[in-house]
């Protein structure tokens, strides 16, 4: 299942955020030894939990195994602060109708009951909740940061601009806008193994 966590729902689902964390250390700080801030085994910025969104996927077990968050770009976001340098036309964004989409994590700790294709599945529904997240807030579009392979990804199932290139630690990273649209939503919903009566996402409290 894919929940929403609001801004005002923090305190109430403090077990939930941290479990995200723990799943971003293990995949950021400790797989992909990004240069990322983690103490305690939690990977956490100064953006987080600051009017930041996410949707967290949680298996039959309660186990986040998938992550994501959202920042309205009139807020601070990372395209004012560590890569204030890659998007020359930022002030164009900075509104309420763009949002950073970042730190997308997955679970690649395969073990049983749990496997290659689970993990498949998991990015493809946390993609379907946010185009449908981002239809219901009427949002713009996404602005995301990654290096070329996610952004490839991300061009199977959205219409993409690419805005920018750089070189971060001599790797190249791109900048990409995308729009939630329903023919990308209906792309999304053949690729995920949603179970009957199952909603896209709910917003966390009401499961």
Known sequence: MVYLITPNEYSTHRDDLDAMYRLRHKV????????????????????????????????????????????????????????????SNLKDYKNAQHWEASRMAVDYDFAEGYTKEDAKNVCCRILAASVLFGLDAEIKSFVTLSYPSPARILSQFFSTSLLARSVVNNEEIHVTEYSPLAESYSKLLDKINLPANEPVYILQGQG
């Open 28 to 87: 950021f700080f400790e797989k992909l030894k990004w240069q990322v801030n983690s103490e305690d085994g939690m990977e956490k910025d100064e953006y987080d939990e600051n009017n930041t969104y996410y949707l967290i996927f949680k298996d039959k077990n309660n186990i986040v195994r998938g992550c994501q968050r959202y920042i309205p770009m009139n807020n601070p976001c990372m395209f004012d602060g560590p890569f204030d340098f890659v998007l």
